[in-house]
Structures are given as structure tokens and as C-alpha cells.
């Protein structure tokens, strides 16, 4: 059990560009959660898969906000076009049905 | 919308004391509640649990009531070490869907004074 990894772990931007964030979960883990933090905030849910399916996005999750997880292991978060307020910490966290998750340490956007 | 929150922002302890943190959920439907510890620049960490069918749970040095009458959960850290330093958030699920969704509240902040 290695964790839940993110990459990569800071990410400077030009407004206006396209950012892809990768989140790989523990593997024995078929629900996989992207949670957006800004500072001194809790952590904001935005989308959740069990396996392969989105199963809910919230309205945070504008348009230009999308995220896959093709074969229901790692998952991708992509920003297109990106806006100054995009800037966070993009978090990821996986689990078991039942179980806690567990968070990976996060990708930090900077939107400038 | 209900959300979850805490009452105190801060908190100051001395090490060796023991710490509540408190938090209030407004969501009489939620069942699940979860205790993260997260220190900087670092993903939110599992500290303990406790579902809606118990009052009280117990783990290494700490200790998570549930007041479902008041809607009321505390962490209780016993013994206090400088490691114990950071942001505390406390997290509630009520998502009909069994999807775990959480909510957290805004954090706070634990600084333990040598």
C-alpha cells in the first residue's frame, strides 16, 4: 500500500491554459473522490467515481472542469481555460465502500 | 445549505495538556462523521470516526464524542505533543447515494506551545 499519489504535486499556469492534474489510488480502491481546498478552507467535493463511472459532479465542477478514470484505476482532473480563481489545492482521496478514505497530499495550482 | 462548522478557529495548548476541538453539524440526517488532521502542504489525514449509532469512540491518545441531541462532535487529544500541531477539520457525510460524499467544516488550527 503505497497511497494515494498525485502529480504533480505544484503546478504554475498562464490564465487562459489547460492544466491536467493525475491522481493514482490504492489499488484495492474502487471509489476515487477530487476535492478542491483554497486556503484556510475545508476541502469542497467536486466528482466521484466507483470503478469507472461518474457518478456525481457537483455545480462547483463548471464546464470547464472535466475528469476521467478510463479503466477504473487513475483518474485525470482537467482545467481548460484556466481563470484566476481555479487557483487551489486540488485533492484526491480513495476508498472501499464502508471504509474512510485516504487523501493524497494534493497538486497546488497557481493561476497567473 | 446545512454545512458543517466548528466553533473555534484557533487553539492554543500547552504540550502535555489535553485538547478539545469542537465542531457543530446542522444536519440531523447525516451518520457519519470523520476527524482529519492536516498539517501544511499536506492532504487531509484520517484521525478517527464515528458513525450516528454511537456516542463515543476511542483511538490512540484520542477521542471523538457524538451529541446527536445538540448536533454536537469534539476531539479530544490526550497528551499533547508538538507533532500535534495542525489544522483539524471535522467532516460529515449525509449523501443519500451511500457515496460517502463529505462536507467539511473551515478547520482549526492547533498549535501546541512547548
Not at chain 1, 467515481?49 to 472535466?66: G, P, T
Not at chain 2, 454511537?54 to 507533532?83: C, E, F
Amino acid at each position: 500500500d503505497t497511497g494515494v499519489s498525485q502529480n504533480p504535486r505544484h503546478k504554475i499556469t498562464k490564465r487562459g491554459q489547460n492544466v491536467t492534474f493525475r491522481c493514482d489510488p490504492i489499488s484495492e480502491h474502487n471509489r476515487l473522490y477530487w476535492y478542491r481546498q483554497t486556503l484556510g478552507q475545508g476541502p469542497e467535493f467536486l466528482t466521484y467515481f466507483q470503478n469507472e463511472a461518474q457518478l456525481e459532479k457537483s455545480r462547483l465542477l463548471s464546464d470547464r472542469f472535466s475528469a476521467e478514470r478510463p479503466k477504473g484505476s487513475f483518474s485525470t482532473l482537467e482545467i481548460q481555460r484556466t481563470e484566476q480563481g481555479d487557483s487551489a489545492m486540488y485533492l484526491c482521496a480513495s476508498s472501499r465502500e464502508n471504509y474512510g478514505y485516504t487523501f493524497g497530499s494534493g497538486t497546488r495550482l497557481t493561476v497567473v | 445549505g446545512e454545512s458543517v462548522g466548528l466553533h473555534l478557529p484557533t487553539l492554543s495548548v500547552q504540550e502535555g495538556d489535553n485538547s478539545i476541538i469542537n465542531c457543530a453539524y446542522s444536519n440531523s440526517a447525516s451518520d457519519y462523521f470523520i476527524w482529519y488532521k492536516q498539517e501544511s502542504g499536506k492532504g487531509p489525514q484520517f484521525i478517527i470516526d464515528i458513525r450516528s449509532n454511537m456516542d463515543k469512540r476511542q483511538g490512540q491518545r484520542v477521542t471523538v464524542l457524538l451529541n446527536k441531541t445538540v448536533k454536537h462532535l469534539s476531539l479530544q487529544i490526550a497528551a499533547t505533543q508538538p507533532g500535534d500541531s495542525a489544522v483539524y477539520f471535522c467532516a460529515e457525510n449525509f449523501d443519500n447515494f451511500g457515496n460517502e460524499k463529505l462536507t467539511f467544516g473551515t478547520g482549526t488550527r492547533l498549535t501546541i506551545i512547548p
